[in-house]
């Protein structure tokens, strides 16, 4: 599962993996896009404008993994979070923040108040990148298109990170979407620390069952 890191180019397909991957995602499905039937482009266009943004932002790395036969198609991508430290991101393409990008369609997918949920849910739980834990890696997006999935994309990218978080010798955090926790488990995320749900005054609260947070810190050194 050859990895790389994505490019400007990549953005309209990692958008498209997206949209597929969370169709049904109780979060990016059924609460933020209640209507993604009736306008399927609608989370399409949700997910180009979340990259567009985290795009700017030099703590986020993209990475692709591609299929690595003839075609070599993108099938796979995630993005990486450096926090507490502001920084060039690993791929150090100072280019990335300068992007000007074509303006979008409105999303008629999405429920008008819902789509901000998530932002607004930040706020509710960033005390879990404090103290010990401020220097870290976060797993912030990850998917895999439905039709690739099983075939080992979300662990080479899953890697990536593992890895520098060893060299760095910080700890890693995921909010696991709902059923997905079986997967960050296995590799080793297995301290529990809440929910996206916790705190009061969290707009997600009682709207989804997943958002479990999970740290990793077995790769760490005693
Ligand atoms: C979660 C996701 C990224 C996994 O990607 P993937 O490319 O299918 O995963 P891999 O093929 O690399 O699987 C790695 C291992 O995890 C296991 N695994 C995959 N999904 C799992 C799940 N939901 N629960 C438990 N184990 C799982 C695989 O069986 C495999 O095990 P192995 O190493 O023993 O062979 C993918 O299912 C996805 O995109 N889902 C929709 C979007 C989503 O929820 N993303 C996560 C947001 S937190």
Same mark, same amino acid.
Do not use: C
């Given at each position: ?50 990259? $567009?943004?985290?795009?700017? +932002?030099? !703590? ?9 036969? #003839?075609?070599?198609?993108? %099938? ?56 010990? $834990?401020?220097?870290?890696? +976060?797993? !912030? ?9 099983? #075939?080992?994309?979300?662990? %080479? ?66």
């Amino acid at each position: 599962m050859p990895v790389r890191f994505a490019t400007k180019d990549d953005v309209g397909t990692m958008a498209r993996i997206s949209s597929e991957a969370f169709w049904d995602d109780e979060l990016f499905g059924e609460v933020i896009h209640p209507y993604r039937d009736q306008h399927p482009d609608g989370p399409r266009l949700y997910w180009l404008a979340l990259i $567009r943004k985290g795009w700017q +932002d030099p !703590a986020n790395t993209f990475l692709v993994s591609t299929t690595g036969d #003839e075609k070599n198609k993108v %099938a796979a991508w995630a993005q990486w979070t450096r926090k507490g430290r502001k920084e060039t991101a690993a791929d150090e393409d100072s280019m990335r923040k300068q992007v000007e990008w074509p303006a979008l369609p409105p999303n008629e997918a999405a429920h008008p108040e819902r789509i901000t949920y998530l932002e607004r849910s930040y706020d509710h739980i960033s005390h879990q990148w404090t103290g010990a $834990r401020e220097q870290a890696y +976060d797993i !912030a997006i990850l998917a895999t298109l439905p039709s690739h999935q099983g #075939e080992g994309h979300g662990k %080479a990218l899953m890697q990536w990170g593992i890895q520098r978080a060893t060299s760095e010798q910080v700890p890693i955090s995921v909010i696991s979407a709902l059923g997905k926790d079986g997967f960050y488990n296995k590799l080793g995320f297995t301290i529990p620390a809440g929910n996206a749900q916790d705190g009061e005054g969290n707009p997600l609260a009682g709207l989804v069952e997943g958002g479990n947070i999970w740290w990793k810190e077995d790769h760490l050194k005693a």
